[in-house]
């Protein structure tokens, strides 16, 4: 496997784990903890990891088989799967700077 890829990858997980951790301790700080709302995300998380890793594995096996159209291009599932990727490490990346942010600098209340 292409080692961009698998940093990608545990990167992004890395990052939803973060953003499940954070979340739970803020919720427990404010007396909103849900359980059934935990294991929900962990489950997400889980699934989201599996299809990642299955995707990726998928499209590695088979590059030259072009699956999609972004934009005028046509691509394999090793690109489609990077690009979303790269999406998701951009999306969870601002969710995790924002928690961390609140917990630094937390609002007047």
Request: no cysteine.
């Amino acid at each position: 496997m292409d080692k961009i890829f698998i940093n990608l990858v545990l990167g992004v997980i890395l990052l939803m784990s973060s953003n499940i951790l954070m979340g739970s301790a803020d919720a427990l700080l404010n007396g909103s903890f849900d359980w059934t709302k935990f294991f929900k995300g962990l489950g997400k998380a889980g699934v989201i990891s599996l299809g990642m890793l299955m995707t990726l594995y998928a499209g590695i096996l088979n590059p030259d088989i072009m699956t999609f159209e972004v934009g005028d291009e046509m691509v394999n599932i090793s690109t489609g799967i990077k690009l979303a990727l790269t999406a998701s490490f951009i999306w969870y990346g601002g969710q995790n700077i924002k928690k961390l942010w609140n917990f630094i600098v937390p609002t007047k209340e």
